[in-house]
């Protein structure tokens, strides 16, 4: 079962612009995770934040988490058409070595 | 270093034949997972392995086994393919459930 879902599904913005992306769970978790993946590529690690954080940063990323509202957000800030890419959010539970739970992504389009 | 690495690239069978996909980490990941990955969806958890010898179920086992006899591969067999089963196969490999390292995948159609 889906355990993280994000919104929007799909996102066009134009270049330089900001994108946010929300993510919605619904058990508690350990850890919540973003990824991006690149048309017909892997998967690839953007940033983890941890339940007892409440916001992290990296480069042009910032993601929140709210624990009460089990929800969290990717900010990607002034972006570029290399950003264009399908985003995932994945989520881990705790307790176990039972892999990651995904979302179904939201889409993200740049346009020049 | 190469990663995760996946092999086939792409495959296509014809219902009943089996396969086995193999992957690869150089990473020393005591971790490995698969996924499938199918259109508009996320990734789904099929089997995974905490370390050499030892697999454990995922979201969605059924019509795949599993084995773990060196730590570096993770090896996802499919006895016999059902149309059900093309997808985007993905591995992965992580030190704990922290961050994951993927694989290109491998892109089955079951015909």
């Known amino acids: 079962s889906q355990q993280g879902e994000e919104d929007p599904q799909a996102l066009s913005i134009q270049e330089g612009e900001n994108a946010t992306m929300n993510c919605s769970y619904k058990t508690s978790i350990n850890n919540l995770q973003w990824y991006r993946q690149n048309s017909g590529r892997g998967l690839v690690h953007l940033i983890l934040i941890r339940s007892n954080e409440r916001e992290k940063h990296s480069g042009r990323l910032r993601v929140t988490l709210d624990t009460s509202k089990k929800s969290s957000s990717l900010l990607i800030t002034a972006s570029r058409a290399a950003d264009t890419a399908s985003y995932f959010c994945?989520?881990?539970?705790?307790?176990?070595?039972?892999?990651?739970?995904f979302g179904k992504g939201t889409h993200l389009i740049i346009q020049p | 270093n190469a990663g995760v690495t996946q092999t086939p690239k792409f495959r296509v069978l014809k219902t009943g034949q089996s396969m086995t996909l193999l992957c690869a980490q150089d990473m020393n990941h005591e971790y490995m997972y698969w996924y499938r990955q199918d259109p508009g969806m996320g990734l789904r958890l099929i089997h995974y392995?905490?370390?050499?010898?030892?697999?454990a179920k995922g979201e969605v086992p059924d019509g795949y086994n599993v084995s773990r006899l060196k730590k570096q591969n993770f090896l996802l067999g499919l006895e016999s393919a059902a149309p059900s089963q093309t997808s985007v196969y993905f591995c992965?490999?992580?030190?704990?459930?922290?961050?994951?390292?993927f694989g290109p995948g491998t892109r089955l159609t079951v015909t």
């Open positions: 994945a989520t881990y539970s705790g307790g176990g070595a039972d892999g990651l739970t």
């Open positions: 992965a490999s992580s030190t704990r459930v922290y961050e994951q390292y």
């Open positions: 392995s905490v370390g050499e010898g030892t697999t």
